[in-house]
């Protein structure tokens, strides 16, 4: 395994490397002190995996992990040629902003944490370094036999892997799986005689009953105005056009391809004005009045309401389970429940039987790029060759295990017992990848913004159905145009 | 004394040659805004007229992005009224507050009393102001903020509210934020303006039968009008483009009733990738700052000795 | 009518004076109050009581902030004396060149100068970053003092230029009269003169480099050059927000400042000497 990873090493660096670094790369490995020219230099910014500043556990440490360092460290053993420098990056900035602005001065770290839906943006830039080739080439750190010896595509799970594709291609890798739920106070539940909802109807009526008691229940995150207010809005829609709708946009019910969208917009198959679209609007306005009154502008950290029994529902993502886990002060019992069902009860569109929610999120954990900076650097073969050793299933699973926050995206590596099920259900259902109407996703940020205020103007009583569903409709308009133009598709 | 007031006749280069020491006092300075200031606002600016994102090729657009702004962008026009009123109680407070401030300070007689209060109203600054804008959320916080708390305390339930989440109150809550909006520097530039006026003229003029306020109204306060001109000049500057309130607050929200030029300019810069459009509001907010300024600083005399 | 006005006379409005002070004050100190409460606690007790001291205090954060901290306090005082010095020397020699000096395209260039302040700094931000990588000062301190005295600048030559023209103009007048340079004016008379107002340029000035995130963040990527604010927002993690060790470092972070701000408060209470109007 060794040595066909160095052969690899070798045949890569000879292809993209100039002749003189290619000898270097033969040369035999430093002694600890080698010289610098000899030595391929990458640099990497790890985002989550981040070591923390202390591994002793606390509460203000609730999740301390430094194992993208022991990772490292055996890596220098497999490849003591490159060096692997890794920064700190400050949060509270905007990380895309920051992004920006590094790829245009060039100097981003060759290794870096970017979302799929961003790569997309940045398609025609070529800032994002295509790994199509690499991921149709074996992994040289995986035995044969094994899943990623033929191909490092084959350790990814196939289905969330699928949407990252775009133009035909992997622009990044995708290494976790992230669901949402509905977090519940249980205790509280019991003592108003209340069980976990299973229909949308079910639901309203919780909130109902907590509402008769001064509470308003369906606390939780909220987006920025271009993503959704809630993920649950998208899985009622996604319930909402089932029946109609998706098989007319989506006829293979795979992954819906934004060429898909793009042309079911332009060949008025999804069109806001619709009935189904109508539905979806009115349906998801009727929770309205059980959310906090400041659902629009809350801090992003919806946990401390749902911690100070302030608010009895909290939905959120798979990151919340070691915040609860870890908070000592939690005194009361909480459970999950996965987004209720919309039946006939609520809506005359679903279909029979109801068809479950999508899950939402899926391949949105862990997602890391490699700059095109690397091929001008030389040290393109390096940061790929790194990236296949931290896909081998026991190291990925060293370093995700130790944080927790998400469900592997590559093939045997185990999975944490509290997260069997969403698991089972993103990598074996369509989930999200399904889901064509999650604006920010499948649309862009430009057509979301304006969608999103949209909505919260209906929402707010601030715009009238008919109003909103015009708005609406011109960003449908407006963006299949662009993006067709763009792709130079022909729907 | 020709050296002084040069007058008219004299000749361009020879009243230029006699200015050399003022040019010279200015090259250092000026050779540093020309690299570090002059270009990159200069490429800022000037891709106003391209549609572009950075990364890929600018298409030349020449008004078109002023045209849509204008024409099309109902957000920027909204933008555009939520930060005059903004800019206008900002320009309004610090002026107000400030000179009460530091009247206060600069009539205070006792010299510790001074020394005190003045280190105490500098000392909030210390913080930075994204620490501000988190406390000022969590006090307008809907539940648990203490504004509401000290309501229902007083036995005024029925005002409280989701200050910031209501689309009526958000833009007041807001504007409204930092009370007493005592700002430390503000005040440090008045005094400093106070403390130019010698001390004899007072005196005496008190000595003439002049009470404070009459001192005040005739005499200190024609002479800081240059220091208030500049404070009306400097939060103009910072109110129209201020964004990182709106930004920390509201995000613009609820349904844009926040929404300021400086946020939108940001948002399409690095949300949506157009730093051409992007661009063009911030030549249209650079120019609106321009005109303002001018007004100020040539239209509103200034009193001096 | 009393020779000595100060004594009785302005004991009782003192107390006035000093109780509205008291109150304003206060009030606008609650803030670093709350910091102050907030720095004690941990994350689970921030969640649950945001504002109010809570028990057990939690002295550690202070011990993990000052951890951290140390890393960078030298790298943020380089910086921002660096740049409160060419800020203060390059501004003021400017200011007196604006204020005092007349030349042709006197008033133009200032307004130029004084435009600057008016481009929008999310125009700017990019064109910079390239500009100093080109420079190859990424990296480097000379990536954040270079564009920070370039900036700085700007504000102090307007505040100082204002300043000086409030100064009475015989002072300048009767200088020259006596045969002194244009030299000699700016070093003799407008600076010692213009001691306070330095002093207000220059707290403003390190005010606005020391919290600076956006900009190190950008251009300083080795930890070993960064700066206290950046450096303590590195330590974040993903899904928490550690509030209580961010408000301690940041708390440990401004005591450099307050001990600036004592200091310099004396130059604040002098006000022009009563000869100085007859030089």
Known sequence: ???????????AGMASLSGTLAACALAPAPGGDGDAAEVAELTAYWGGWTPTQSQERGEDNPIPHDNILQVLEAYQDVAPNTAVEWIRVPQGMGFREWTVAQQNAGTIPHITPQAH??????????????????????????????????????????????????????HNLVFGLITTFFYYNVDWFEELGLSSPSTYAEFLDVCQAFLDEGVRAYGGWTGSISDTDHWYRLQLGGMVFARDIEPLVNPDRDNASYEEVACAIENQIYVPDSDQYREWLRLWKMNVSYRPQDWTTRATDSHAKFLTKKEPIMENGTWSFPRLLTDPLVDFEWDTFFAPLLTSDSSSFVTDPPTPAWPIGGPVGDQMAIATRAEKDGVLAQAVDLMQFISVPDNLYSIQSEIGTTMPNVKNVPVDPRFQEPFDLLTTQIGETQMFIYEEVKLDAEAAEPIGQAWRAYLLDHLSQ??????????FDAYAERFIEREGLTC | MTSLHPSRRTALSQRIWQGRMGYLMLAPTMIMLAVFMYYPAFLGLYRSLFDWAPGLDADWVGAGNFVKLFTKDKVFQQSMGNMLQLSLWYVLSTIFVSLFVAILLHRMISYRLKFFFRFLTILPVVIPGIVLLMLWKFIYDATVGPLNMLLIATGLEQWTRAWLADPNTALYAVMLRNFPWVDGVAILILLAGLQVIPSEVIESARIDGANNWRILWSMEFPLITGQIKLLVVLTIMWGVQEFTAVFAMTQ???????????????????????????????????????????INMKYISTQEF | MTAHPSTRRFRAPDIWRALAL??????????????????????PQFARVPFLPTLPLHWRNYVSAWEIVRMFLFNSVFASGLTVIGVLALGSLAAYSFAILRYPGREFLFYLVLALMMVPATLTLIPSFVLVKNLSLLNTRWSLILPWVASGQVFAIFILRTYLQSLPKELFDAARIDGASEWQGYYKIALPMSKSMLGVTAILNILGTWNNLIWPALTISQLERQTLTPGLWSYQVENFTRYGFLMAGLLIGSVPLVILFLFTSRWFVEGLTSGAIKV
Not at chain 1, 122 to 139: I, R, V, Y
């Open chain 1, 466 to 475: 008919d109003d909103a569903v015009a708005a609406i409709t011109e960003s």
């Open chain 3, 22 to 43: 008291a109150i304003l004050c206060g009030l606008s100190l609650l803030p670093l109050v709350m910091a102050f409460f907030i720095s004690f606690k941990t994350i």
């Open chain 1, 117 to 170: 839906w961003h790569v997309k943006d940045d398609l025609d830039k070529s800032w994002w370094q295509e790994l199509t080739p690499f991921m149709e080439a074996p992994n040289p750190h995986i035995p044969s036999g094994e899943a990623g010896s033929a191909r490092w595509v084959d350790q990814f799970f196939p289905i969330p892997t699928r949407e990252t594709l775009m133009r035909d291609g992997y």
């Open chain 1, 1 to 11: 395994m060794n040595v066909s990873r160095r052969a690899f090493l070798q045949l």
């Open chain 2, 252 to 294: 613009g929200g609820p349904i844009n009733k926040t929404m300021v030029p400086g946020m939108w300019m940001f948002w399409n810069a690095f949300s949506i990738n157009k730093m051409g459009y992007a661009s063009a509001i911030g030549v249209v907010l650079f120019l609106l700052t321009l005109v303002l300024t001018l």
